[in-house]
């Protein structure tokens, strides 16, 4: 938190001589108490004693007195803001690998299925593009707010050999970048990449295409899906078929995440992947920025004032 007006914290020392002047004045009260009554015949004059309850109104009175003198800073807080507008490019691996039904029926049907819901709940104005990447990467899907195109897109998806990471990653960039500007300025772009695998095809490998995505601002959000246990068949040179083993490569995923400012995820299942989407739809659909709460801390202490008055006159009959 932020303050434009940091010098007008310095009214916040008028709590602590506020608590201190409280203090004197209970035990002055309680000296002029002991000269006029016998401490012991009190309780058969008094019909009912607030006891420690007596300390919440001006408890409350000062913790508005300390909500009012902040909010003459006028503070500033970094707060998530609902974006009206934004671009997503899907980064889908289609590698052979994702045929492996460790996660059933098959590592790309689970797949297509959580971004099939994932577009069904993001904001219609938001631009979607899509890139798959195997042996090569290619662009399925402009970036474009048809939802309808996008689905399709996702349907049409087929797997392949290899897995060229990295060439993904700077697909969906070129994707992302492509986007014109809107009244001089182009709306904020997401990557999300799902992968089931190490790279073994391209040239550009996955750091490379990540720091151009961090020199673009654009952050990438990596999904590791499938577990180590995944095992796809391949037919070798001479003619035979070999269970391979295909585990995710979390590692490097997490680092490209990390690299551009977006987030990795581990989704060893269905379910998880679900959950994952709909956190990321929640992230891209809202943005940081610093925003002004004075009225905040003005409508705390208001409130703190109303109640330090309300329980006054339930305690004692009248106000603080």
Same mark, same amino acid.
């Given at each position: 938190?932020?303050?434009?007006?940091?010098?007008?914290?310095?009214?916040?020392?008028?709590?602590?001589?506020?608590?201190?002047? $409280?203090?004197?004045?209970?035990?002055?009260?309680?000296?002029? +108490?002991?000269?006029?009554?016998?401490? *012991?015949?009190?309780?058969? @004059?008094?019909?009912?004693?607030?006891? !420690?309850? !007596?300390?919440?109104?001006?408890?409350?009175? =000062?913790?508005?007195?300390?909500? =009012? +003198?902040?909010?003459?800073?006028?503070?500033?807080?970094?707060?998530?803001?609902?974006?009206?507008?934004?671009?997503?490019?899907?980064?889908?691996?289609?590698?052979?690998?994702?045929?492996?039904?460790?996660?059933?029926?098959?590592?790309?049907?689970?797949?297509? /299925?959580?971004?099939?819901?994932?577009?069904?709940?993001?904001?219609?104005?938001?631009?979607?593009?899509?890139?798959?990447?195997?042996?090569?990467?290619?662009?399925? =899907?402009?970036?474009?707010?048809?939802?309808?195109?996008?689905? *399709?897109?996702?349907?049409?998806?087929?797997?392949?050999?290899?897995?060229? =990471?990295?060439?993904?990653?700077?697909?969906?960039?070129?994707? +992302?970048?492509?986007?014109?500007?809107? %009244?001089?300025? %182009?709306?904020?772009? #997401?990557?999300?990449?799902? #992968?089931?695998?190490?790279?073994?095809?391209?040239?550009?490998?996955? @750091?490379?295409? *990540?720091?151009?995505?961090?020199?673009? %601002?654009?952050?990438? $959000?990596?999904?590791?899906?499938?577990?180590?246990?995944?095992?796809?068949?391949?037919?070798?040179?001479?003619?035979?078929?070999?269970?391979?083993?295909?585990?995710?490569?979390?590692?490097?995923?997490?680092?490209? *995440?990390?690299?551009?400012?977006?987030?990795? $995820?581990?989704?060893?299942?269905?379910?998880?992947?679900?959950?994952? $989407?709909?956190?990321? &739809?929640?992230?891209?659909?809202?943005?940081? /920025? /610093? !925003? /002004?709460?004075?009225?905040?801390?003005?409508?705390? &202490?208001?409130?703190?004032?109303?109640?330090?008055?309300?329980?006054?006159?339930?305690?004692?009959?009248?106000?603080?």
């Amino acid at each position: 938190m932020s303050f434009a007006w940091p010098l007008a914290l310095l009214a916040l020392l008028a709590v602590p001589f506020a608590v201190f002047g $409280y203090v004197l004045l209970e035990r002055r009260r309680e000296r002029q +108490a002991a000269l006029w009554a016998t401490p *012991a015949l009190v309780p058969n @004059l008094v019909g009912r004693r607030p006891g !420690r309850l !007596r300390h919440v109104p001006p408890a409350l009175a =000062l913790l508005a007195l300390a909500a =009012l +003198a902040t909010g003459l800073a006028r503070p500033h807080a970094m707060l998530s803001v609902d974006q009206e507008q934004a671009t997503v490019v899907l980064a889908m691996d289609t590698s052979r690998s994702m045929v492996a039904t460790d996660v059933p029926p098959s590592r790309l049907a689970v797949a297509q /299925e959580a971004v099939r819901r994932f577009l069904e709940n993001l904001p219609e104005d938001y631009r979607v593009g899509m890139v798959s990447f195997a042996q090569y990467a290619q662009t399925v =899907l402009p970036a474009t707010a048809n939802r309808v195109a996008a689905q *399709a897109a996702l349907r049409n998806l087929r797997p392949g050999d290899g897995t060229a =990471l990295g060439e993904g990653i700077a697909r969906a960039l070129q994707v +992302a970048q492509r986007v014109p500007a809107e %009244k001089g300025q %182009k709306p904020p772009a #997401s990557i999300l990449v799902l #992968s089931d695998g190490a790279q073994t095809q391209g040239v550009l490998q996955p @750091l490379q295409a *990540a720091e151009r995505a961090r020199k673009a %601002k654009i952050p990438v $959000y990596t999904v590791a899906f499938g577990t180590e246990q995944g095992v796809v068949e391949v037919v070798d040179d001479n003619g035979f078929t070999q269970r391979v083993t295909v585990p995710p490569d979390a590692p490097t995923l997490r680092r490209v *995440a990390q690299a551009t400012g977006g987030r990795f $995820y581990a989704a060893p299942d269905g379910d998880t992947l679900n959950a994952v $989407y709909e956190e990321l &739809g929640s992230r891209i659909g809202s943005v940081k /920025e /610093e !925003r /002004e709460v004075t009225a905040a801390f003005a409508a705390a &202490g208001a409130f703190l004032l109303l109640a330090a008055g309300a329980v006054s006159a339930f305690l004692f009959g009248r106000l603080p």
